[in-house]
C-alpha cells in the first residue's frame, strides 16, 4: 500500500505521523489487498467556521476511491475519528462485494487445503497455514466432524475461506481425507 502524507498551513508534528503509520499497519493487516493507495493530508482551516484543522483520508481501493474528511480543533481525535470511518467503510465495501459476488456464483468455492499451523483447544481457535503461506484464523465453531481436542498441528484440512473483522478466517474446517 503506498502512503503520502501532506501537511497544509501547518507543520506534520512526529505525533501525528506515528498515529498514521500505526492505522496504516492496522489497514495494512486488515485490508493488505483491497486498499491500493493511502493519501492523508491535514490542514490548519483557520478560515472554517469549525476552525482549527482538517483532515481528509483518500483511500483508493479497486475500481473505486474513499474519502472521508473530520473538521476539528485537535489533529490526532480527528485522525482516529477519520481512520475509524474509513474502516467501517471498506468494511461496507468488501461485504458488499462478498454479496455480489455470492449472487454472481452459482458454484460454491472449491474447497482450499491447508494445514494445522497452531490449535489452542483452551482457547477455542487455532490457525491454518495456508498452500500460498498465509495464516488463517479458525474457531472451533467452524469445524465439522472433529474436536478441536482432536487436532494437532501438521495435520492437512480443507477449509472455506471468508474475510473477517481482522483478516482472513475459515468460515468451515474438516480433515483432509
Partial sequence: MELKVEARNVELKKGWQMKIDEEKEKLLRNYASFVLHLRVVIEATTH?????????IVASVPNDTVVVSKKGEVVRPLLIEAFDVLTLQLKERLRKIRKVKKGADAAPDL???GVINMVSPHESYGFIRSVDQREIYFHENALKNIG???????????YGETFGDKGPQASWVRLAK
Avoid at 48 to 56: D, M, Q
Avoid at 148 to 158: F, H, K, M, R, T
Fill in 48 to 56: 472554517h467556521k469549525e476552525g482549527g484543522y482538517e483532515v481528509k
Fill in 148 to 158: 478441536i481436542e482432536e487436532l494437532a498441528e501438521g495435520d492437512s484440512v480443507l
Fill in 111 to 113: 474447497d482450499k487445503a
